[in-house]
């Protein structure tokens, strides 16, 4: 267990942007960043985060909180997981305390596989390094691949001895559960017998965007002709191939600075690129490109060259991922290197100016390499040609910003020597097709989506739940500011009437509202509310200063959810720039004291209603007999309420 001193120390040091910005490109948006939502598939940012607070949201998904409920989010931390790496990151030293059995024993079975593919990256690294085996088989094999010590061991290249369980045995020796070796595939059960899958290859460990070991990739070392050459980890709940990069770890902070990323086909590609200089490298891993690996990048830029080696038929085959990278709203570029080369070997053999002058000068936009390259195949044959035309038509289709398919489609009319009346009618025909399958789609789901609309419609507004919210959310952004406040005081003239006489004071914000609550023996009807309120309280009576960021750290992770939700509700609105478009926001600041007022009155004048209503209902439960006293009660209700509204002037 973590000491409480080491938690405070982390939270002290980590400061969320620079947290965030590894995992998202940040843009400055007045005193806030926003980005791009890590949890949802969007192209416009809802994503922001807030250095003064310390805390972000993510207005797509509803999710928000500290720097560490962010970790605990996007990389699925624990708790613990969550400040250990923050630490390392900050290079603070953990200080931890003897855990229990019974804390041991609490570890989720995540953990389990997180610690299982630690242990076994580990190990490979060692047999790599420190065995006679390791070195002449392993080692020997990435010293002729060309990488250096530095770079082997920065990407943590290791190798499986030629022995059917030796991992495994290993592994089980020092406590790790053989369920947990099976689940992460790096053992094979079969009855009785168990096995090692990556026996005699070169390793190489898959890493999150936070570092953390998933799988692994291995190459065999072997003659043995009918094992595949290479071989990845199975599916498991930490590994899912479809949304990883092999690379991504390395190269983020590279991609979010150099404002594109290169995207390779290889494992040794990737670490060929980074060790010649070019470290905005990734690579699918030998898998299909998909939707979600695009979006991953999508997140730290908008730019992607693919780079292909010279084999026309896998080139063909890897067409098919621009498409995806193009419904993302990405910009893409191919290049392609001379036949016989890859982007290994060609990296290998090049410095790197020759390298990045390459790179420059030969990067297509995709328009021109995908007509360059279907153009040759239909050389001199009308039918051929009308299909490449319409196939890049296709592509273009799938572009969601209007201008850049305009500029496209007239670039393709320039290329294919066609007019650009015909593409914008192909093109016509293509969205119009698109549409009517969505529609058929939408029809399919028009029932429950009536039903649920119905219920939308007549869903009521709690009125209490938002005003509560609202006192929350004053206390929180300026409990601790006095302000000029005009009370309104009920008093009795001398026609024994009720009226409402004003005197200005001067308070507190929070001590204001504490006071009109405990008067009129307001209480909190939701129960987060109800806590929050007295915690909020509390610590403005002990700390005048209330460091915001400071209090979300000491509540729980769904108080601490709705205290950053509330927060950030502002924030949203920055995302749309409202001054660029000379739409100045009145500043909240300029009208606490009026805002303070108007909620707590509108607070009063609801459960006054209640009250007014309960009077009523208890009539009529008398079936029609006049009660007096109840009448009493309800005109002089009624007659508060009527002074109140001319406070609020309107009508209630």
Known sequence: MISKSTIDKVYETARLEEVIGDFVQLKKAGSNFKGLSPFSDERSPSFMVSPVKQIWKDFSSGKGGNVVAFLMEHEHFTYPEAIKYLAKKYNIEIEEIEQ????????????????????????????????DLGKAIGLSYFKERGFTSETIEKFGLGYA???????????????????????????????????????????????????RVLGFGARILTNDKKAAK???SPESDIYHKSKVLYGIFHAKQSIAKEDNCFLVEGYTDVIQFHQRGIHNTVSSSGTALTADQIRLINRLTKNITVLFDGDAAGMRASLRGIDLILEQGMNVKICTFPEGEDPDSFAKQNTLEELREYLSKNAKDFIQFKASVLYEESKGDPIKKADTIRDIVNSISKIPDRIKTEI????????????????????????????KEANKDAKKEQKAFEVIKHQQLTKKVDVQYVLERKIIEILLLYGNKVQSFEDLVLKENEEGNLILEPITQEAKVFEKIYLDLQDDEMQFSNEQFKILYYNIVDTLNQDPGFPIENFVHTLDQSLAGEVTSILMEDERYSLSDWERKNIFPKNKQETISQLVSETILNLRCFLIEQKVNEFKQKTLEQKGEINREVLEEVKDYSGLKMLLSRKLNRVL
């Open 100 to 131: 229990s059995n019974e804390q041991k024993e609490a570890a989720n079975k995540r953990e389990s596989l997180y610690l299982v593919s630690e242990y076994a990256n580990t190990y490979f690294q060692n047999i790599l390094h420190k065995t």
């Open 161 to 211: 001895l030629d022995e059917w369980s030796a991992f495994t045995d290993s592994a089980i020796k020092k406590g790790y559960k053989l369920e947990f070796l099976e689940e992460t595939g790096l053992t094979i059960v079969k009855g009785e017998k168990q096995f090692d899958r990556f026996k005699a290859r070169a390793i190489f460990p898959i890493q999150s965007m936070s570092g």
């Open 230 to 232: 290479y071989l990845n």
């Open 408 to 435: 496209y489609i007239r670039e393709c009319a320039r290329i294919m020597d066609i007019s650009e009346e015909v593409l914008f009618s192909t093109l016509a025909q293509l969205t119009k097709k698109e549409q």
